[in-house]
């Protein structure tokens, strides 16, 4: 069975720097694409970062600011939050594909994630 674990999620002031991860277990993701989504209260689950076997992709929104890395040895991804706004305050998801994802549409489509984890929420205050 599939699962994927966020964690360190947590209340922090603007410009501050938070650092989310994402365990897998059941399923080696390292020729796969994971991502990183977020949902804030009442909107739909946008897409924040993605990472392939050879890219990254971001969101317009957290291009500069933020960092996805993998550790294949640890089955992890990360998310390396700089210059943290109060608009980033959200539930943040982790998703790993099935598909090695190098397009718009696919990457960015959490439509193409097969697994999610259960989220971590990040309060971002001003």
């Known amino acids: 069975q599939v699962q994927l674990v966020e964690s360190g999620g947590g209340l922090v002031q603007a410009g501050a720097s938070l650092r989310l991860s994402c365990a897998a277990s059941?399923?080696?993701?390292?020729?796969?694409?994971m991502g990183w989504f977020r949902q804030a209260p009442g909107k739909e689950r946008d897409f924040v970062a993605a990472?392939?076997?050879?890219?990254?992709y971001y969101a317009d929104s957290v291009k500069g600011r933020f960092t996805i890395s993998r550790d294949i040895a640890k089955n992890t991804v990360h998310l390396q939050m700089n210059s943290l706004k109060p608009e980033d305050t959200a539930v943040y998801y982790c998703?790993?594909?099935?598909?090695?994802?190098?397009?718009?549409?696919?990457?960015?489509?959490?439509?193409?994630?097969?697994?999610w984890g259960q989220g971590t929420q990040v309060t971002v205050s001003s």
């Open positions: 990472i392939t076997w050879s890219n990254t």
């Open positions: 998703a790993g594909s099935n598909y090695h994802c190098s397009g718009t549409g696919c990457y960015d489509d959490p439509a193409e994630y097969a697994y």
């Open positions: 059941g399923r080696t993701f390292s020729s796969y694409t």
